[in-house]
């Protein structure tokens, strides 16, 4: 029992060096190498797949310099006010977060994901809710904002986020909903893409409801509070 127990720890020492070194391996490649494939375009491919949909994945990659200076200023002034301050996280709003949802229980979670928390999970680890996860995000974060810097995890943010049914990353959104690329995106247009970020399966930036309206309006006054972002 003691040699199995042995041998059980010294593989679980093994695999546990060899995720940490490949992850880091695959952290500074994505610094200079553009993800192909994410673990939720995979899943959503599978979904697609299993429900007898059209299967769709329609991306293309774009420089965040032929990005649109409007789409990485509604995508801060919406998702992640402090992105250029804090160093992964903002306590603040997971202080919050966690007040509200105990004082709500029952009712719909309120996350406080930082841009670079969500880049995290989108390039290297699954959605669904669970503390290996989160713990793995964190991790994850800690090391893309050493290794990348704020610039990178942004371009690929806006690359990499599922913006709609079978889409990701703000050119292909731009194209589906303006028929332009992201590099000629509007304040209001963008502001729209943004709007829909918490739920692109549900919501379009094509068609808008009242409610995304609302937050669409919201986000341009956070636009012009927030003004021009250094990076």
């Not at 293309?60 to 160093?87: K, M």
């Not at 992201?182 to 304040?187: D, F, G, H, I, N």
């Amino acid at each position: 029992m003691k040699k199995f127990l042995f041998r059980i720890l010294t593989v679980l020492k093994y695999f546990v060096i060899l995720y940490f070194a490949s992850s880091l391996f695959f952290v500074i490649l994505y610094r200079f190498v553009n993800p192909p494939v994410t673990p939720l375009m995979l899943i959503r491919l599978v979904e697609q797949a299993t429900g007898g949909q059209t299967v769709k994945l329609n991306k293309q990659w774009i420089p965040i310099g032929e990005i649109s200076p409007n789409l990485p200023l509604a995508v801060v002034a919406s998702e992640d006010n402090l992105f250029f301050e804090h160093s992964g996280f903002d306590f603040e709003s997971i202080e919050k977060a966690r007040e509200f949802n105990k004082q709500k229980q029952g009712t719909k979670v309120r996350g406080a994901s930082t841009i670079s928390q969500q880049t995290a999970k989108n390039v290297f680890l699954w959605g669904q809710r669970s503390w290996i996860r989160k713990g793995l995000e964190a991790y994850f974060t800690v090391l893309i904002e050493f290794v990348w810097g704020k610039k990178r995890i942004l371009e690929v943010y806006l690359n990499v986020i599922e913006t709609g049914k079978g889409l990701y990353g703000v050119e292909a959104v731009s194209r589906a909903s303006f028929g332009k690329p992201a590099s000629r995106v509007s304040r209001s247009e963008a502001a729209l893409i943004a709007a829909v970020l918490p739920n692109p399966v549900k919501w379009s930036p094509s068609s808008p409801t009242p409610y995304i309206t609302g937050r669409q309006q919201w986000i341009l006054w956070n636009m012009n509070n927030i003004g021009n972002l250094s990076y």
